[in-house]
C-alpha cells in the first residue's frame, strides 16, 4: 500500500494510472474499525483485479465546531495504516490540514470564512446540521476537493452517518460530478450498537446504555413492520424507550431518506413512502447517532 502527504505526490501517483482504471474511494476521519474496513473491502470487490482502491485519513477541522471534539478526536495513524492495508487498501491519502487548507487561519473551527466553499442547502441545515451549525458545508467542502484530487470512479460512505451520505449524493447530483455513490450497510457490535470511532469515549456503564439506541429503532421497525403507520406513534415509542434507558435524545424522527423532510410534519402524520428512523442522543458527553431504513413485513424477514 502506498501512502501520499501531499496533494501533488498523490496527484502523481494518480496521473500514471491507466485512463480506464476503476478507482473506488472511501474517505475517513482515522481511528478506525470494522465500519471502515467494510467499505475497503466493498472498493476491493469493485476494483476487482485491475483497479485501484483509495482511501484517506484527515480529520477535517472545518466540519467540527469551535466547541466540539476536533483537538481530543482520536488519532491512530499506525493502526489504522495497517488496518487500511490488511482491508485491501492500494493507496491512502493522509495530509495535513496546512496541505488541505493552506489560507485557513482558524484550524480547529468549522470557519470557512475568507475562502470558496460549498453550501450544502437545505438538506445540510436540517437534524445534524442543526445540531452542528456548518457541519455539512465543511464535509461538503473537503470531500469536494478529495473527489478533486482523487479523481475517483465510485465514491463508498456508509450508511451509519444517513444524513451524510444524502447530502454528499445531492452535492454530486448537483454539482455534476461524474462519480457513482455507494452506500454501505452500517456495521454493527454484537449487541447491535453501531461502529463508531467515538464510542471509545464511552465509559463502560454508557457502553451498555448506548445499545439502547439501537433498540430503540427496532421497537420502531418491528410496529412498522406490524402495520404501524403514523409516525408519531413510531417517534414516541424510540423517545419513551431512550429516556427509559436514560439517554438524552437529540432527535429522532422518521424521515424521508433523499429528502430528509419528516413524516410527522406531513398530512396526517401517515408514512405513506420510503422511509429511514434517524437518532441522535447523548451519553454524558458523548453524542452519538444512528438510523435504521424502515421494512415492510415481507422485506424485513428477507
Ligand atoms: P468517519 O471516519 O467517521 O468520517 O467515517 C468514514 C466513513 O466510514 C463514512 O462514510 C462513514 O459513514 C463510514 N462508517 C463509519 N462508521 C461505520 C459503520 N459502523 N459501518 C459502516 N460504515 C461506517
Same mark, same amino acid.
Given at each position: 500500500?502506498?501512502?501520499?502527504?501531499?496533494?501533488?505526490? $498523490?496527484?502523481?501517483?494518480?496521473?500514471?494510472?491507466?485512463?480506464?482504471?476503476?478507482?473506488?474511494?472511501?474517505?475517513?476521519?482515522?481511528?478506525?474499525?470494522? +465500519?471502515?474496513?467494510?467499505?475497503?473491502?466493498?472498493?476491493?470487490?469493485?476494483?476487482?483485479?485491475?483497479?485501484?482502491?483509495?482511501?484517506?485519513?484527515?480529520?477535517?477541522?472545518?466540519?467540527?465546531?469551535?466547541?466540539?471534539? $476536533?483537538?481530543?478526536?482520536?488519532?491512530?495513524?499506525?493502526?489504522?495504516?495497517?488496518?487500511?492495508?490488511?482491508?485491501?487498501?492500494?493507496?491512502?491519502?493522509?495530509?495535513?490540514?496546512?496541505?488541505?487548507?493552506?489560507?485557513?487561519?482558524?484550524?480547529?473551527?468549522?470557519?470557512?470564512?475568507?475562502?470558496?466553499?460549498?453550501?450544502?442547502?437545505?438538506?445540510?441545515?436540517?437534524? &445534524? +446540521?442543526?445540531?452542528?451549525?456548518?457541519?455539512?458545508?465543511?464535509?461538503?467542502?473537503?470531500?469536494?476537493?478529495?473527489?478533486?484530487?482523487?479523481?475517483?470512479?465510485?465514491?463508498?460512505?456508509?450508511?451509519?452517518?444517513?444524513?451524510?451520505?444524502?447530502?454528499?449524493? *445531492?452535492?454530486?447530483?448537483?454539482?455534476?460530478?461524474?462519480?457513482?455513490?455507494?452506500?454501505?450497510?452500517?456495521? *454493527? &457490535?454484537?449487541?447491535?450498537?453501531?461502529?463508531?470511532?467515538?464510542?471509545?469515549?464511552?465509559?463502560?456503564?454508557?457502553?451498555?446504555?448506548?445499545?439502547?439506541? $439501537?433498540?430503540?429503532?427496532?421497537?420502531?421497525?418491528?410496529?412498522?413492520?406490524?402495520?404501524?403507520?403514523?409516525?408519531?406513534?413510531?417517534?414516541?415509542?424510540? *423517545?419513551?424507550?431512550?429516556?427509559?434507558?436514560?439517554?438524552?435524545?437529540?432527535?429522532?424522527?422518521?424521515?424521508?431518506?433523499?429528502?430528509?423532510?419528516?413524516?410527522?410534519?406531513?398530512?396526517?402524520?401517515?408514512?405513506?413512502?420510503?422511509?429511514?428512523?434517524?437518532?441522535?442522543?447523548?451519553?454524558?458527553?458523548?453524542?452519538?447517532?444512528?438510523?435504521?431504513?424502515?421494512?415492510?413485513? &415481507? &422485506?424485513?424477514?428477507?
Amino acid at each position: 500500500m502506498e501512502v501520499f502527504h501531499t496533494v501533488s505526490e $498523490f496527484k502523481s501517483w494518480r496521473r500514471a494510472l491507466p485512463p480506464e482504471t476503476r478507482v473506488p474511494f472511501a474517505p475517513t476521519m482515522g481511528a478506525l474499525h470494522e +465500519g471502515h474496513a467494510s467499505l475497503v473491502r466493498q472498493a476491493q470487490l469493485l476494483a476487482a483485479d485491475s483497479g485501484k482502491v483509495v482511501s484517506s485519513i484527515f480529520v477535517n477541522p472545518t466540519q467540527f465546531g469551535p466547541q466540539e471534539d $476536533f483537538a481530543k478526536y482520536p488519532r491512530t495513524l499506525e493502526a489504522d495504516l495497517a488496518a487500511l492495508n490488511a482491508a485491501g487498501c492500494d493507496a491512502v491519502f493522509v495530509p495535513s490540514a496546512q496541505e488541505m487548507y493552506p489560507s485557513l487561519a482558524t484550524a480547529g473551527t468549522n470557519t470557512l470564512a475568507g475562502g470558496v466553499s460549498i453550501d450544502a442547502g437545505p438538506l445540510g441545515k436540517v437534524l &445534524e +446540521g442543526a445540531a452542528r451549525p456548518g457541519h455539512f458545508n465543511g464535509v461538503c467542502t473537503i470531500v469536494f476537493k478529495l473527489l478533486n484530487i482523487v479523481q475517483p470512479t465510485e465514491l463508498l460512505l456508509g450508511q451509519k452517518d444517513f444524513q451524510q451520505q444524502a447530502v454528499l449524493r *445531492r452535492m454530486c447530483a448537483d454539482l455534476d460530478l461524474q462519480i457513482k455513490v455507494i452506500t454501505c450497510p452500517t456495521v *454493527r &457490535e454484537p449487541d447491535g450498537l453501531a461502529m463508531s470511532s467515538r464510542n471509545r469515549y464511552l465509559s463502560a456503564e454508557d457502553r451498555m446504555r448506548a445499545v439502547g439506541i $439501537f433498540q430503540a429503532m427496532s421497537r420502531a421497525q418491528s410496529q412498522y413492520a406490524a402495520g404501524e403507520r403514523s409516525a408519531v406513534v413510531l417517534e414516541a415509542t424510540m *423517545r419513551i424507550w431512550l429516556s427509559h434507558r436514560e439517554l438524552a435524545t437529540q432527535y429522532a424522527v422518521v424521515a424521508h431518506p433523499e429528502t430528509l423532510d419528516l413524516w410527522s410534519i406531513q398530512p396526517a402524520r401517515l408514512i405513506t413512502g420510503p422511509a429511514v428512523l434517524l437518532v441522535a442522543a447523548k451519553l454524558g458527553q458523548t453524542r452519538l447517532i444512528d438510523n435504521m431504513r424502515l421494512a415492510a413485513a &415481507e &422485506e424485513a424477514a428477507r
